[in-house]
Nanobody
Framework: QLQLAESGGGSVQAGGSLRLSCAASGDTRRRNYMAWFRQAPGKEREGVALIHTSSGTRVYADSVKGRFTISQDNAKNTVYLQMNSLGHEDSAMYYC???????????????????WGQGTQVTVSS
């Protein structure tokens, strides 16, 4: 099994920054993709950023391009999401997800990821 634990959420003013962390433990061979999703109240969970762990290839949702950066520290089995220029629309519960795909793809659908963390809340105030 693979366990994911997020941290780093909190409250921040608009225009501010936060860095989320996702630590993976257990059988980390069960994943070659890591991603961040978010879900605001009344909305569907949406993919924010994805990283292919072996190549380092990164994909971003259009809504966060240029503001968010996903990165990884393979030695620590940890993935990060640096979020800058935060706006009210970024307020949501953020989830870390892990999955395995035999073929390289850049899609971010929830059903493509078999492992999820508990989530960390991000609240942006004006």
């Amino acid at each position: 099994q693979l366990q994911l634990a997020e941290s780093g959420g909190g409250s921040v003013q608009a225009g501010g920054s936060l860095r989320l962390s996702c630590a993976a433990s257990g059988d980390t061979r069960r994943r070659n993709y890591m991603a961040w999703f978010r879900q605001a109240p009344g909305k569907e969970r949406e993919g924010v950023a994805l990283i292919h762990t072996s190549s380092g290839t990164r994909v971003y949702a259009d809504s966060v391009k240029g503001r968010f950066t996903i990165s990884q520290d393979n030695a620590k089995n940890t993935v990060y999401l640096q979020m800058n220029s935060l706006g009210h629309e970024d307020s949501a519960m953020y989830y870390c997800a892990a999955g395995y795909r035999p073929v390289f793809r850049t899609t971010m659908r929830t059903d493509e990821f078999g492992y999820w963390g508990q989530g960390t809340q991000v609240t942006v105030s004006s």
